[in-house]
């Protein structure tokens, strides 16, 4: 098991809880789409996780340590929800400085860092841009960079905030597929925040659908159900079935509001 999550509650506020008594594992090799209203606590509950902010009970362990807020837990890789921000490093600096150690100046990086960096830009098929400053990329081409920093580590947990949010269609199956090509070769664990029911049944093993009451965790196909969406979006929704090199693929079309 990567990561347990034993009875996570949290509130800002006192009375308002945002998460309560949330229970949930991941093995390695496996992915789970966390899902919910926008507001509703997915970017909150992924940030207990990774111990940007404290569970006000419960816990959370990552290969058997727990995790502490402002002691960050070596082997998890967290890529915020995307933010056009200025920074005067190249694409590959940017990666480079992400491996650990190497944030200073004194730590410089060595030509096997540089060569993990392009390797891994490669993969993502972002290595044109390896030169290029990171204050001249759009918002997509910028997120995909910050998915590489947090690939340079290694991570046994990989945590992504909404990292599809800005990619165009191409670049969005080039992410999944370069996720779940990740994970596996890796065997290392992988959660998700997006709002795409459509990507979270092409690569999650486990679907996580918070509600405003409770959520839903277990197996992406039997969370991500036409009722399910009706009950935690207030959507109505038809899911189509068909066959694609092999693979069942699953996709929802979104019809009315409740
Ligand atoms: N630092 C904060 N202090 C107080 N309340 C906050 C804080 N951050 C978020 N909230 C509130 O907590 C709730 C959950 O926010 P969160 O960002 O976790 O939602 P989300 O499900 O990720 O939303 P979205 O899909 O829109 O990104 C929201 O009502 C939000 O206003």
Known sequence: MILEVHNGCF???????????????????QIMA??????????TLIKCIVGILPWNEGFS????VRSQ????????????????????YSVR????????????????????DYALADDILDKMGIYDLRNQSCNELSGGQLQLVFIARALINSPRLLVLDEPEAHLDFRNQIRLLNLIKNVVLENKIACIINTHYPNHAMRIADK???????????GCTAQVMTEENIRT?????????????????ITTFAFLDEV
Not at 61 to 64: L, R, V
Not at 69 to 88: C, D, L
Not at 237 to 248: R, V
């Open 69 to 88: 807020v402002n002691k960050p837990i070596k082997g998890i890789g967290y890529v915020p929800q995307a933010h056009k921000v200025s920074f005067a």
């Open 11 to 29: 509130e800002y506020f006192s009375g308002r809880p945002i998460l309560k008594n949330i229970m949930f594992h991941l093995d390695g090799g």
């Open 232 to 248: 935690y979006f207030g959507v109505h929704s038809y899911s189509h079935q068909f066959q694609y090199n092999g693979e069942t």
């Open 34 to 43: 966390v899902m919910g209203r926008n507001g509703i606590g997915k970017t």
């Open 61 to 64: 362990m990552i290969e058997e």
């Open 93 to 112: 600096d940017m990666v480079v400085f992400g491996k650990a150690g190497h944030q200073t100046y004194l730590a410089a990086p060595g030509k096997n």
């Open 207 to 217: 679907c996580f659908l918070l509600g405003e009451h409770d959520y839903r965790v």
